[in-house]
């Protein structure tokens, strides 16, 4: 959708990790970069530093010498101030050397109005009225609205040409950050497109006359998926305004619409159904979001999405970056040891930090996120970034306990609940409403203990100092969505309402359990 761009560091801060990651995605595109070092009015500003970390990320990242070579410009974009190199912008300064400098460094668009309609689509969004919106460039010829095209689709191994005839039944353009309707677009500008359900990102919307794609724009894949299935629980429908599988299916198609990295697939049971993203915490917000509008669900942990490549068997491979405070530094490699993580590069930060860079498999990272927020008090900064695919690990460690789970349903008692602390950790308190087959906490031990959390102390005439003496009950844990979601196992569940998360087993009666272990 661009013929350049401007790269914008911060003077004090440098490149982040989501600069590497941008960068490297325009340098692909062999598109000329503009840097542009901002702020460098700050007290703390290191223009000078800045410069040699782009030039070295560059370095990291260039496909090709001319890559290499590119114009530098200072500013203090909140006062409107720029210069060409490195320095302090005068004070009657303004933008003009930055605007001069993108007339001469990016190309001027080259698109033929009188050729063929071709328009490459790069992304989507949805309308509650419009549905499925397609957001793209028109590289060659007039697109009209009412008018009648070919979408070219991905290839399949059975349709090598895939091709759909449809109709534009809606046109918009882009306005500033407004969007207005219009009747046509021409070659070089971007459109807002609707009527066509089945399109995908890097699809071409072609002439009908003359229908020839585009070089293919591919979406990097998801690498984890889960089930979102209805809820079963025995205190299901208390909370949710949205229970049945038809509105969880409705839901999970509507986020399709404009959020190009979610895969959605049936499974055996029409009230389960498959959700892929690009990682825990895309489907840890989708989840919360539903929660949010009132959805009642059950999800399952997440696994990762494998690959056969040369005759073995691959899994995702993530890079990434966490700036957290020096004396950190060593829990965190502790805690990426048994994930197989690699340790790539240790290099200081801002005062008083560092940044470790570090590449793992995607199912060791499953928790990473909760676990440096934890060990580091909330003060680290974590980026992760797929970075291809790489043999299959072999295990990984999970956790250490089994689960404490109840045989009735009531409400916990604190009598109850003195006993079982001696065995494990708790994740209920008294007063808390479990039901059979709900995970109440966590065995010391690795098998599964069946306890009964409900029991009340039984009413005698025997009145003692030591009998009448309250329990006194540890804190139990209280499982976010994430951390619940990384510490069940196959099978078990994350109950997720509007009110409450709670973890239960698949199977919730005993005699079921034991049936399906027999299988």
Excluded at 438 to 465: C, D, L, P, W, Y
Excluded at 484 to 490: H, P, T
Excluded at 495 to 512: G, S, Y
Aim: aromatic share 4%; charged share 25%.
């Amino acid at each position: 959708m661009v013929d350049g761009i401007l790269l914008l560091v911060d003077a004090a801060e440098g490149p982040l990790p989501q600069t590497r990651y941008v960068l490297s995605k325009a340098l692909a595109q062999d598109l000329p970069v503009i840097l542009v070092i901002n702020k460098v009015d700050r007290g703390d500003a290191r223009a000078e530093e800045v410069l040699h970390e782009v030039e070295q990320l560059f370095l990291d990242l260039a496909h090709s010498d001319h890559h290499l070579s590119f114009p530098v410009y200072s500013a203090v974009a909140r006062e409107s101030r720029s210069m060409k190199g490195i320095g302090m912008p005068a004070p009657d300064a303004d933008l003009a050397p930055l605007l001069d400098a993108i007339l001469e460094y990016i190309p001027v668009p080259n698109h033929d109005i009188d050729a063929p309609l071709q328009a490459l689509v790069t992304n989507l969004d949805a309308s509650d009225y419009l549905g499925r919106l397609a957001i793209g460039r028109v590289i060659s010829g007039v697109m009209k609205k009412g008018q009648q095209v070919v979408l070219c689709q991905k290839p399949t191994a059975d349709n090598p040409q895939p091709m759909l005839k449809s109709k534009l039944s809606g046109l918009l353009l882009f306005s500033g950050i407004d969007r207005v309707e219009v009747q046509e677009v021409v070659a070089g500008d971007l459109f807002i497109m609707s009527g066509i359900e089945e399109v995908e990102v890097g699809d071409t919307i072609a002439s009908a006359e003359n229908p020839v794609p585009l070089p293919r724009l591919e979406v990097d894949e998801p690498v984890l998926r889960m089930s979102f299935g209805v809820n079963t629980s025995p205190y299901a429908g208390r909370s949710g305004k949205y229970l049945t599988s038809r509105h969880l299916r409705d839901r999970l198609k509507k986020e399709i619409l404009g959020n190009v990295s979610i895969k959605i697939a049936e499974t055996d049971s029409a009230d389960v159904m498959e959700v892929a993203g690009r990682g825990e915490l895309q489907l840890a917000v989708l989840i919360e979001n539903m929660r949010r509008e009132g959805f009642e669900l059950q999800v399952s942990r997440p696994e990762v999405i494998t690959r056969e490549i040369d005759g073995k068997k691959h899994e995702p491979l993530e890079t990434g970056t966490c700036d957290v405070p020096d004396e950190y530094v060593g829990a965190i490699t502790q805690a990426l040891a048994p994930r197989k993580g690699r340790i790539t590069d240790l290099r200081p930060g801002d005062p008083g930090r560092t940044i470790i860079s570090f590449e793992a498999p995607s199912r060791g990272l499953i928790g990473f996120r909760s676990l440096v927020l934890t060990v580091t008090r909330g003060t680290a900064l974590l980026h992760q970034a797929l970075n291809g695919w790489t043999p299959w690990a072999g295990e990984l460690p999970h956790r250490t306990g089994g689960a404490m789970v109840g045989d009735r349903i009531g409400t916990a008692t604190a009598y109850a609940l003195d006993n079982l602390q001696l065995r494990g950790t708790l994740f209920v308190s008294p007063g808390d409403e479990i039901y059979e087959g709900m995970v109440v906490g966590e065995n010391s031990r690795e098998e599964e203990m069946v306890v009964n959390a409900v029991r009340a102390k039984e009413k005698t005439n025997i009145r003692t100092h030591s009998h009448d003496d309250g329990p006194k009950l540890a804190t139990p844990v209280t499982h976010t969505l994430e951390t619940a979601i990384e510490w069940i196992g196959d099978d078990e569940l994350v109950e997720v309402t509007p009110d409450a998360i709670r973890i239960r087993k698949r199977f919730l009666n005993l005699e079921d359990r034991k049936k399906n272990n027999r299988k």
